[in-house]
């Protein structure tokens, strides 16, 4: 996950869906850095990643492969 054009300080966090969102973040970023982070996240039972961010942001996202379970 990667944090571009931030308005504001901030963080993100990636989560099961279908999940409430986690006290801990994934990500921690400054106003105006473009701050990358690479991070392991369980998936909710349909497969899908939330990702909630308490800040203006553009989030980039990629998925490089999984586990199975």
Same mark, same amino acid.
């Given at each position: 996950m990667t944090a571009v054009s931030r308005r504001a300080d901030g963080f993100a966090? $990636?989560?099961p869906r !279908?999940?409430?969102v986690p006290v $801990?973040?994934?990500?921690n970023f400054r106003a !105006?850095? &473009?701050v990358?982070? $690479?991070i392991v996240s369980p998936v909710g039972s349909? !497969?899908?990643v939330? &990702?909630?961010a308490d800040a203006s942001t553009q989030l980039l996202v990629d998925v490089t492969g999984w586990f199975p379970s």
């Open positions: 966090t $990636a989560y !279908g999940q409430p $801990a973040s994934n990500l !105006g850095d &473009v990358p982070n $690479a349909d !497969g899908g939330c &990702v909630f």
